[in-house]
């Protein structure tokens, strides 16, 4: 229902034409990031295909919301820690790796992504018998705060690249981002996002800044390309580890998520559940083909922008993901909208991870005269 302060936690009393909207606005925020991995991972030698990756991640989201009772308002994306694994799988040249093509290490690799999505089942269990208090007690605002502060400013490297392939395209969707949701009414409030995509990509297309030769090329419809995974001691130690490092940036967006929308996930529906999620989301894409996933941080800006946190919204872009996965054309249409334009939304998007951040440690009075909490925020 509609409560104080703008924030809309029922979003069908926006009726369904706007439901639909704001899924679409979600979407559009993941798709740049998600479909990033892929590219990337391709890049290395290992041909991830870029439409079983959204697939997985439409399917992972929709895992995720049933493992957390569908209350937790998160979309798993393409985690980008695993990266570094891929690279190294793909870079292996002794043993039985020697005479391997890349198209060959990759069922390698993604038996390490699956192995590191089980990792997330020990945790969520060892959470569920120890209890999220606990846990927590190991995470207090002056560590949870940092965190997600930290998780806003490591992305924003990213952004700072994509911006800086045109400055002044990037500022156009910033631009209309801000004026969308401080000075917007209505619907225009809550989708500043979608808006300063379109909007800046409509200029784009008026400055000749829009290349439209894979979309040309690229049919209508096309299936995905599933590779099914193969296990190996080398490529779990490879991969496996990694599952550490993501876990604790899984504490850190849930909290991220938690503070936006004024709601306790880690203790209800519970961290071992949201973890739950995010491991057999992974263990599932890493067996078919899709790369690791984790909750977006992107998808927590949206939430802090729009104040709309229905997961039902959440689910509506992960149902477009699954559909568009089947279209080849579709994604390149996404594909052809300039990095510039991408990185002008990611800047609004991750400074918004950074700022909740801030309000984390706010809100929670914590004594930053202290020196022992000075020490810890500087640490992190």
């Given at each position: 229902m509609n409560e104080s302060n703008g924030v809309i936690r029922d979003a069908r009393k926006l009726g369904i034409p706007k439901m639909l909207i704001l899924g679409l606005q979600h979407m559009f925020a993941m798709f740049g990031a998600t479909v990033l991995v892929p590219i990337l991972v391709t890049g290395y030698g290992l041909p991830l295909s870029i439409q079983t990756t959204l697939l997985f991640a439409g399917i992972g989201t929709l895992l995720f919301h049933v493992c957390t009772k569908f209350k937790v308002p998160a979309f798993l994306g393409s985690s980008f820690a695993f990266l570094g694994g891929f690279q190294a799988v793909a870079n292996l040249d002794?043993?039985?790796f020697a005479a391997m093509t890349g198209e060959e290490k990759l069922p390698y690799a993604l038996g390490g992504v699956v192995v590191a999505g089980l990792l997330y089942l020990v945790l969520a269990l060892l959470f569920k018998l120890v209890g999220a208090k606990k846990v927590m007690r190991y995470f207090p605002p002056i560590v949870t705060g940092p965190m997600i502060i930290m998780i806003g400013l490591n992305l924003s490297g990213s952004a700072i690249n994509n911006a800086s392939t045109c400055w002044w395209l990037a500022l156009v969707a910033i631009a209309i981002i801000i004026v969308a949701n401080i000075w917007g009414?209505?619907?225009?409030?809550?989708i500043?996002?979608?808006?300063?995509?379109?909007?800046?990509?409509?200029?784009?297309?008026?400055?000749?800044?829009?290349d439209f030769t894979e979309v040309a090329g690229a049919d209508f419809v096309g299936l995905q390309k599933f590779v099914i995974a193969k296990f190996d001691v080398t490529s779990?130690?490879?991969?496996?580890?990694?599952?550490?490092?993501?876990?604790?940036?899984h504490i850190g967006d849930v909290s991220a998520i938690s503070s936006t929308t004024g709601k306790n996930?880690?203790?209800?529906?519970?961290l071992h559940r949201t973890l739950l999620g995010d491991g057999l989301a992974t263990a599932f894409a890493g067996m078919f083909g899709g790369p690791a996933n984790t909750t977006y941080g992107e998808n927590t800006g949206v939430l802090a922008l729009s104040r709309v946190y229905d997961p039902r919204v959440i689910r509506l872009a992960a149902l477009y993901a699954i559909i568009l996965s089947f279209s080849p054309k579709f994604d390149a249409l996404v594909n052809s909208i300039p990095t510039a334009i991408v990185g002008g939304v990611s800047f609004i998007l991750y400074g918004m991870i950074s700022a909740v951040g801030v309000r984390n440690?706010?809100?929670?009075?914590?004594?930053?005269?202290?020196?022992?909490?000075?020490?810890?925020?500087?640490?992190?």
């Open positions: 002794s043993g039985k009414k209505g619907m225009v409030k809550i500043p996002i979608l808006l300063g995509v379109v909007g800046a990509y409509i200029v784009a297309l008026i400055a000749g800044k829009v779990i130690l490879v991969m496996a580890p990694i599952a550490i490092a993501a876990m604790m940036e996930f880690i203790e209800d529906p519970g440690v706010v809100e929670n009075k914590v004594d930053l005269t202290k020196s022992r909490n000075l020490i810890i925020a500087a640490v992190i």
